[in-house]
């Protein structure tokens, strides 16, 4: 997020990014191949794949979420409210 950004401007972009995945998603077999950039140096993987591991990101970016609220309001685990 840059200085000038405005909260609406990234959930704007965030529902643009959605809708184009969705679209990939429900036109491609979940067996097409595509390329995986970043860490995976351009692998050929299936759309499984890339499915999969965004689930296992968004996932570990949760617990990320988790850690941070749990040492704001001192609640850990499943049934520690009020």
Same mark, same amino acid.
């Not at 570990?60 to 941070?68: F, L, M, P, S, T």
């Given at each position: 997020? #840059?200085?000038?950004?405005?909260?609406? &401007?990234? $959930?704007? %972009?965030?529902?643009?990014?959605?809708?184009?995945?969705?679209?990939?998603? =429900?036109? $491609?077999?979940? &067996?097409?191949?595509?390329?995986? /950039?970043?860490? /995976?140096?351009?692998?050929?993987?299936? $759309?499984?794949?890339? $499915?999969? *591991?965004?689930?296992?990101?968004?996932?570990?970016? #949760?617990? *990320?979420?988790?850690?941070?609220? =749990?040492?704001?309001?001192? %609640?850990?685990? &499943?049934?520690?409210?009020?």
């Amino acid at each position: 997020m #840059a200085a000038d950004e405005r909260t609406k &401007d990234i $959930l704007d %972009f965030y529902t643009r990014a959605r809708a184009a995945a969705d679209e990939a998603i =429900e036109s $491609l077999d979940i &067996d097409a191949p595509g390329t995986a /950039f970043a860490f /995976f140096d351009g692998a050929t993987v299936s $759309l499984r794949w890339a $499915l999969i *591991h965004m689930l296992e990101e968004v996932a570990r970016h #949760a617990g *990320h979420a988790d850690i941070q609220r =749990e040492s704001i309001d001192g %609640f850990t685990g &499943d049934h520690n409210w009020g």
